[in-house]
Nanobody, 122 residues
Framework: QVQLVESGGGLVQAGGSLRLSCAAS????????MGWFRQAPGKEREFVVG????????FYTTSGKGRFTISRDNAKNTVYLQMNSLKPEDTAIYYC???????????????WGQGTQVTVSS
């Protein structure tokens, strides 16, 4: 079992940057692949980016590639999402997710955080 708590969301102007953090409980953080999803108003939740248990592999969708960077610090039980060159269409609730399988974290993760709001103004 792992509990996830996101932070770092907020209001930013277009072109700005934000870094989201997701702190995980438990002593087995390094055994979980981690990912970030987002859900914009009126839209379905979508996968944005994921990272393997060791951090050696990352995988991005077109939503996040080029502007977003995922990283993790297993010593701190934390995964990060650095978002640059933000656009109004990036406005969404961002969710941290965890799963024991890399494939699982991109599809149907076992664990979810509560989400953090990111709003990008034009």
């Amino acid at each position: 079992q792992v509990q996830l708590v996101e932070s770092g969301g907020g209001l930013v102007q277009a072109g700005g940057s934000l870094r989201l953090s997701c702190a995980a409980s438990g002593r087995t953080f390094s055994s979980y692949a981690m990912g970030w999803f987002r859900q914009a108003p009126g839209k379905e939740r979508e996968f944005v980016v994921g990272i393997s248990q060791s951090g050696g592999s990352t995988f991005y969708t077109t939503s996040g590639k080029g502007r977003f960077t995922i990283s993790r610090d297993n010593a701190k039980n934390t995964v990060y999402l650095q978002m640059n060159s933000l656009k109004p269409e990036d406005t969404a609730i961002y969710y941290c997710a965890a799963d024991s399988r890399v494939a699982g974290v991109a599809g149907k993760p076992a664990y979810w955080g509560q989400g953090t709001q990111v709003t990008v103004s034009s």
